[in-house]
């Protein structure tokens, strides 16, 4: 595992170094152009300066160098080439050279030269080049010295700095180990630095998903286990009752009793399934564009034999063009399923249920009409709560129809109201808030 601290001072110290030695060699090459044009000064000034001496003085024995020059080798030649005169014997040096100053290479090394003439002789000073190399060599390190000497102390400011830096994320994290399934609280967002504010909140808008998912799975355990309990018992006591039976008949109408409660049983523990693949978390598909006016269409074909049965008119008013929206076709079918089946229901025989597909001036909608007894306003809204059956109904469910309804809705942005219809009775309308998929 990579740490963030010790990445810091790895990279700062070696931007720092690196920093430093671009300096140095900056200050390398600025003192060796100094020192360069500060020598050729000084080989310039020696050479006049042994010229007015050459001029004054009739024998070569009399000229004299200083010892403040003893970097710098002096010739001097007649005219017909012979050397007269030499301030190293033994040290190779550049022999005759231009004038002017010069560059010559030779076996010691690279020497800068300066030559003149006066009288018909030729005056030749020299200076190794490594002398001035070294003073600029030695006036780059004196500058780069201190930073280097410095860059232990620059390390320990560097770790230190930087921890105290990453405390506000320690103090997230520890805030985060505090967190358990049964205490989901925000982390607090006062203090929090501008940089580490983005995580705080993406953390506590993941903690505020969680604590949702998580009450609606107990919600969902708690209600499932108190919905199952009484189905369950009743199985069980018209089991009894089979088993007790005198004769043929009473035992057949035992069974049928029997199968008609395993039935809502089966019923509740499909809704319940149903309802639990549709919480969040619950293995979602990717949405795709679905078209509505086919979707509807097939959930009516579904339905049309319960209609009949029933004698209830069942029919469908297309939209004016094609409407799609995006979203899980399965999903949306189980939408439009339950609110159609909840309208069959609860119609009365020889009554009229109408399903519409539009695209009006505040979006795409799905609405189904009945000519039933309709909702009271009053319970409009508790009629989405989880296993809640009217008193006034004698129709079979499990109470979970149209809370099924109202998470597949908010799952596809969609809202659900519930209104008095033109026919009588209810009318339910899903509305999309999104736009119309392309």
């Known amino acids: 595992m990579r740490s963030i601290r010790r990445q810091l001072l790895v990279t700062l110290l070696a931007t720092i170094t690196l920093t430093t030695l671009l300096g140095a060699l900056a200050t390398y090459r600025t003192a060796l152009d100094e020192a360069n044009a500060l020598f050729d000064y000084q080989l310039r000034q020696l050479a006049l300066s042994f010229r007015d001496q050459a001029s004054q003085n009739a024998h070569m024995r009399d000229l004299a160098i200083n010892d403040d020059a003893q ?14 005169y030499l301030s190293h014997p033994g040290k190779e040096l550049p022999h005759l050279a231009p004038l002017g100053f010069a560059t010559v290479d030779t076996g010691n090394g690279k020497w800068r030269v300066f030559g003149l003439q006066q009288g018909g002789q030729t005056i030749q000073v020299a200076q190794p080049l490594r002398v001035r190399d070294g003073l600029a060599l030695a006036a780059a390190l004196r500058t780069v010295e201190p930073f280097l000497l410095m860059l232990p102390m620059l390390g320990v400011l560097i770790w230190v700095v930087v921890g105290r ?18 205490a989901l609280g925000p982390l607090p967002t006062n203090g929090v630095p501008t940089e580490v504010a983005p995580l705080v909140r993406s953390l506590n808008d993941l903690l505020a998903r969680l604590k949702r998912a998580l009450d609606s799975q107990r919600d969902f355990i708690a209600d499932a286990a108190h919905e199952l309990r009484t189905p369950l018992a009743a199985l069980s006591l018209q089991l009894q009752l089979a088993r007790r039976a005198a004769d043929a008949q009473s035992r057949g109408e035992a069974f049928g009793e029997l199968e008609r409660g395993l039935t809502r049983a089966t019923h509740c523990v499909q809704q319940l399934l149903t309802l639990a693949r549709q ?15 086919d979707l509807v269409a097939k959930v009516v074909a579904e339905q049309l034999p319960l209609a009949e049965d029933r004698q209830i008119d069942l029919g469908v008013t297309p939209a004016a063009r094609a409407v799609t929206v995006r979203g899980d076709a399965e999903a949306l079918q189980i939408l439009v399923s339950n609110l159609v089946g909840n309208a069959i229901r609860h119609t009365p025989s020889g009554g009229k249920v109408d399903v519409a597909v539009g695209d009006g001036a505040d979006g795409v909608f799905v609405e189904v009409n009945d000519s039933g007894p309709g909702i009271p306003v009053e319970e409009r809204e508790r009629v989405f709560d989880r296993f ?20 597949i809705a908010e799952r596809h942005q969609a809202s659900v109201l519930l209104d008095e219809a033109d026919l009588g009775g209810l009318r339910a309308r899903v509305r999309f808030d999104g736009s ?3």
């Open 71 to 84: 970097d710098f080798s002096i010739q001097i030649w007649r005219p017909d080439g012979t050397r007269i």
């Open 165 to 182: 830096g990453l405390r506000p994320l320690d103090a997230v994290a520890r805030a985060m180990t505090t967190r358990t399934p049964v």
């Open 279 to 293: 919480e969040p978390g619950g293995g979602d598909r990717p949405l795709m564009p679905v078209n509505l006016g």
């Open 388 to 407: 809640y059956r009217r008193a006034q109904t004698d129709e079979p469910g499990s109470g979970l129809g149209l809370a099924i309804v109202r998470t």
């Open 436 to 438: 119309p998929a392309s």
